[in-house]
């Protein structure tokens, strides 16, 4: 698989998963929103490629700057999984049932 098939599972799987939200009943995403998540799942599954030196992605960006951009983008993610740890009960947003972690 090359880079292409890689972006297009992303962004194929969030699609589906953006159908199973409206079939569920779920507000629609802004137009704004969707094409900036679009980017992210593309960009996201093809950073899939970068241990493999041949590949597109490993040979067209530098190396400290794919570090640096890692980096970068694991802050929010340990922000949010902090946020989920620490937070008792979420307020769901959007949805008919009450959600709760760690209760």
Do not use: Q, W
């Not at 067209?60 to 340990?78: F, G, K, T």
């Not at 922000?79 to 709760?100: I, K």
């Amino acid at each position: 698989m090359n880079y292409v098939h890689h972006a297009l599972i992303g962004v194929g799987t969030a699609g589906l998963g953006l159908a199973v939200a409206e079939m569920l009943g779920m507000p629609p995403v802004p137009l704004l929103t969707l094409g900036m998540g679009a980017l992210i799942v593309a960009t996201g599954s093809i950073a899939t490629d970068l241990d493999h030196p041949k590949s597109f992605i490993s040979n067209s960006i530098p190396s400290h700057i794919i570090r640096i951009a890692l980096a970068v983008l694991a802050i929010p993610i340990l922000a949010a999984l902090a946020a989920l740890l620490t937070t008792r009960d979420v307020p769901a947003h959007g949805c008919n049932y009450p959600v709760s972690f760690l209760a």
